[in-house]
Every structure is written in structure tokens, then in C-alpha cells.
């Protein structure tokens, strides 16, 4: 039962956008940003398909690389300041995940913590034994036969609310939707009802804002000589004091790096979304289309008339699955004529390939710096560089093969052309991710608690 509102704002607080982040920023909003909650969004669609590799390999892994060092920095300032965290550090492993944030508070000498673990987002049974469409291609998802590694439902932020009634420190998910993650505690300490939706709508909102970290404070709008931003050696987070009606202030530590403008939110307002009017997830549909977004000081928007619908009725599944393997190689030519000499490699290269007969299922030939990322139309008429590194890449049946393509390119040292030079290779396994949908009530989700 939701309890009557006697709070008037949240503030609320990012620490990571992805899984690899930086660590420092969130450090920073634990002990400077006068939070109530700190959440850590760092998992995305193929980082819980390696994470489920890993677990299958040792049942104690399968969670954040960087769990235990985030927890170890974070939690004593959390501690002190009645911080909750939230995150979906547990990846495909949220009980270990919570049994070593346990083992780091015990070392830090911190007692009486209450850290649970969100499961029920692993629905490879539920799929292997339905019949669901790959929403990419139509498919059958039984098609993928042995291939398949895993199949996760987002979560939404019910599964989070029972933890958070029981008080818990520290709330460990595995897959869940990046602005459920926000939702919950605000949904929590509000008492907003879940079927609220406009109130939902404006949560979501909040959180797909904040969800990306140093993307809303200039990461990701940083321009030189269109769009300067200072400090980015030292970005900020954000932060977001919402109120109780769902409107919020987003900003960022003062005197941190970067900048909160309203251009910086409006590009993260649009990142990563189809229909701004009917942003899909587990709580609700949200609707972006009439947001309101004004300066309200320095590093300071007030983001407002957020909305939403009844949210789905059946859950998104990421589905990893191999997908064979990639074969990639590199090397760099400088001085006159590096361009020419780097085409030249590529045709040798590929060449090669062929005479060799290498299995190939597709490839690609890159001049990085000239062609990698617009292809060979759109560099035609431009100088070519003082240096170039070819890059040549192919994804292959086998481990076997993908070798060969990353030696082929270390072979032109010394079968020519002239200069080459910082050969690299590698050869690896592709994980490749795809969805489908599943209805909502074959989906349950369980709270479990390791205490300190």
C-alpha cells in the first residue's frame, strides 16, 4: 500500500552511465551532492550476454567487473549520509553480485546493512520453452538452437519496491530498464501509485536523463568551436532534485566539470528514443512530446509536463546468442604516400584471403582516418592523410579462420608494402543480441537479503 506523501523533493544522483565508467564522479556525488539515492546504470544489452558466459563458467562471477571497487569507494560516504545505492550491477549473477558488496562492507567495518538482490529478470526457460518471435527478423527464437546464451526480461520498478519498503542499503538487479532504476525510489518515497501514470511518465522522464551520467553534463554534447564545454577531465554527474509532482532541477555538484544546460538535456532527452511521444518501457509509455525545458540557474534546467500511459502488457527480452566469429587486424603507414600504401595493404590483404581460402562470411576493409566510417564515396575528393592505419576485419565460422585473418595483416611487415608498422590482431567470439517479448505475468521477480 502506498503511504501518504509528506516529502516535498528527492534528490536523486547518477554515479556510472555504462559498465566501464569512471568512478571518481560518483565519489563526488556521494559526498557532495546532499543525495537521498545513488544509482549505478551499467549494464547494456551484450554486457549481460558476456556476464552469462562468465557465470556459466564460474557461478560466483557474472556480475560487474567493477562492483566490488565502486562499493569499496562508495559506501562509507552512503553509509554516513543515509545514501540508498540502486544498480544493475548484478548483470546476470545480482545473488554473488550481493554477496561480495557484502563482503566489502564487512571489510569496511560497516554493520547492520541490509543489501538485496533482484532476481527473476533470467527467463531463458520461460523463451526455450514458448514459441517467440525475434522481434528483428521474425524468427523463431527456438531457431537459434544451441546458440542461444541467455534471454533477460526488463524489470521495471516493481520488482525494486519491496526492497526498498524493507529499507534495504544497498538494491543489486541484474536486467533491468535504465529509468526504472529512478522511478522506483521516487515512486517510493512519494507514494506515487504505479498505475500514476503521468507521475510515472515525468519518473521516466527524470531517469532517462540522468541514466547516461556524464552524457546530460557535456560529455556527449562537447564540440571544440561549436560546442565548448570546460572541465571534461573531470565531468561531473548529474543530479536531479525532483518534486513530489514529478517536475525536476537537474545539475551537478558545483564546481565540478562540465556544463547543465538546457541544450545538453534536450540531446539526452532524444538519445536512444524512436517515438518521443511513446517511449516504451516496463512502467510506463511515456511521453516526451510536450517536455518543458528552461533555465533555472547556473548548470541548472527544470525539466516539466512530462506524461504517460498504461505501460505494456508483456516485457522486452534481450536475447544473446553467438553468432559465429571476427577475425581483425591492423597496421599503420606515415609519411608520403601512407594512403596509397594502406590501399595497397588492404588489397593484398584481402587478396590474400581469397587465395588462401579463408571462410568469410562478410568483411570489411578500412582506411581509418579516410574511409572507415562514411566508406570510400564520401572521402573521394579529399586530401589524403600523413598517416593511415588499416583496419581489416571478417567474421568467419570458426576461431581457426578469424586467426588467419588478424595474421594475414600482421604478414605485410615484411611481405610489403614499404613502412608499416604497430601491427595488432585479435580474434574473438561474437556475442550478438536480439529481443523479444514475453508476456508480463510469466515474468516473476524475488527479493533476497545479505546483511551485514
Not at 608494402?417 to 521477480?445: H, I, N, Q, W
Request: glycine share 12%; proline share 5%; hydrophobic share 45%.
Amino acid at each position: 500500500m502506498n503511504t501518504v506523501n509528506t516529502v516535498n523533493t528527492v534528490r536523486i544522483g547518477c554515479g556510472a552511465g555504462y559498465s566501464g565508467d569512471r568512478i571518481e564522479p560518483a565519489i563526488e556525488l556521494a559526498t557532495k551532492g546532499n543525495l537521498q539515492y545513488l544509482v549505478f546504470e551499467c549494464l547494456a544489452e551484450r554486457t549481460i550476454a558476456i556476464a552469462q558466459k562468465a557465470r556459466a563458467a564460474d557461478p560466483e562471477s557474472g556480475y560487474d567487473a567493477l562492483l566490488i571497487e565502486r562499493m569499496t569507494a562508495v559506501l562509507p560516504a552512503c553509509v554516513e549520509r543515509g545514501i540508498t545505492i540502486l544498480t544493475n550491477m548484478g548483470a546476470a549473477n545480482p545473488l554473488a553480485a550481493a554477496r561480495a558488496a557484502a563482503r566489502v562492507a564487512r571489510d569496511l567495518g560497516l554493520r547492520g546493512l541490509k543489501i538485496a538482490a533482484i532476481t527473476g529478470d533470467d527467463v531463458l526457460d520461460v523463451v526455450k520453452a514458448g514459441r517467440y518471435s525475434l522481434l528483428e527478423t521474425g524468427e523463431q527464437v527456438t531457431s537459434l538452437g544451441s546458440r542461444l546464451v541467455s534471454a533477460n526480461a526488463y524489470l521495471g520498478a516493481d520488482s525494486l519496491m519491496p526492497a526498498l519498503a524493507a529499507g534495504a542499503n544497498v538494491i543489486i538487479a541484474g536486467r533491468i530498464a535504465d529509468p526504472s532504476l529512478f522511478v522506483a525510489p521516487l515512486a517510493h518515497k512519494f507514494g506515487w501509485p504505479l498505475d500514476a501514470w503521468p507521475l510515472v511518465g515525468r519518473g521516466t522522464l527524470a531517469g532517462h536523463l540522468l541514466e547516461c551520467a556524464g552524457q546530460v553534463t557535456g560529455g556527449y554534447y562537447a564540440d571544440p568551436g561549436f560546442a565548448d564545454v570546460e572541465g571534461l577531465s573531470r565531468l561531473g554527474f548529474p543530479l536531479a532534485e525532483v518534486s513530489a509532482d514529478g517536475s525536476a532541477i537537474v545539475t551537478k555538484v558545483a564546481g565540478s566539470g562540465g556544463q547543465v544546460t538546457p541544450a545538453t538535456c534536450k540531446e539526452q532527452l532524444l538519445y536512444e528514443i524512436h517515438d518521443p511521444a511513446a517511449y516504451v518501457t516496463p512502467d510506463v509509455v511515456a511521453d516526451f512530446g510536450r517536455v518543458r525545458i528552461s533555465e533555472a540557474g547556473h548548470d541548472a534546467v527544470k525539466v516539466e509536463c512530462g506524461d504517460g500511459r498504461p505501460r505494456p502488457l508483456a516485457l522486452k527480452v534481450s536475447i544473446g546468442y553467438t553468432d559465429g566469429f571476427i577475425g581483425e587486424g591492423q597496421i599503420s603507414y606515415a609519411g608520403p604516400g601512407a594512403a596509397a600504401r594502406g590501399r595497397l595493404a588492404l588489397k593484398i590483404v584481402e587478396e590474400r584471403l581469397r587465395l588462401t581460402g579463408v571462410g568469410i562470411d562478410e568483411a570489411r576493409y578500412d582506411l581509418i582516418g579516410v574511409d572507415a566510417l562514411h566508406g570510400a564515396l564520401r572521402a573521394a575528393g579529399h586530401p589524403d592523410p600523413y598517416e593511415a592505419r588499416i583496419r581489416v576485419a571478417a567474421r568467419t565460422k570458426t576461431m581457426k579462420e578469424a586467426r588467419r585473418v588478424a595474421n594475414e595483416v600482421e604478414t605485410l611487415y615484411t611481405n610489403g608494402p614499404a613502412g608499416g608498422g604497430g601491427a595488432a590482431g585479435s580474434a574473438r567470439e561474437v556475442l550478438a543480441v536480439a529481443s523479444t517479448l514475453v508476456p508480463r505475468e510469466l515474468v516473476k521477480t524475488f527479493v533476497h537479503y545479505e546483511t551485514t
